[in-house]
């Protein structure tokens, strides 16, 4: 199993840029390497939208809307998955989860997938002002 904490959200004004953390505790006998990685978010009176995923190979795939603007990554080494968000838009402002799959999942629309992780953490909140 895998545990999940989120960071680094907060209210920007449109354009501005923020960076999530999401840490991740697993149990003694699993990787956090082996983990297919995603985030998604939620916005109220909206469904959960996949936002970007990473696969254990390295590959990323991101929803339309956010493509040339974030980049996910991750840092095996200390466990964490990050979200860089750059030139923010009011339409982003969400609650932002990040979410793990013990699933090796691959192709062109892992991130609509996302939501549909295993385990996920109690998210951060990002609102984007104009």
């Known amino acids: 199993a895998v545990r999940l904490v989120e960071s680094g959200g907060g209210s920007v004004q449109a354009g501005g840029s923020l960076k999530l953390s999401c840490v991740g505790t697993v149990d003694a006998i699993t990787y956090y390497s082996v983990y297919s990685m995603g985030w998604y978010r939620e916005a109220p009176g909206k469904e959960r939208e996949g936002v970007a995923a990473l696969d254990t190979d390295g590959a990323t795939t991101y929803l339309d809307s956010v493509k040339g603007r974030f980049t996910i990554s991750r840092d095996n080494a200390k466990n964490t998955l990050y979200l860089q968000m750059t030139s923010l838009k009011p339409e982003d402002t969400a609650m932002y989860y990040c979410?793990?799959?013990?699933?090796?999942?691959?192709?062109?629309?892992?991130?609509?997938?996302?939501?549909?992780?295993?385990?996920w953490g109690q998210g951060t909140q990002v609102t984007v002002s104009s």
């Open positions: 979410a793990a799959d013990s699933d090796d999942w691959s192709g062109p629309t892992v991130y609509k997938r996302v939501p549909t992780f295993a385990y």
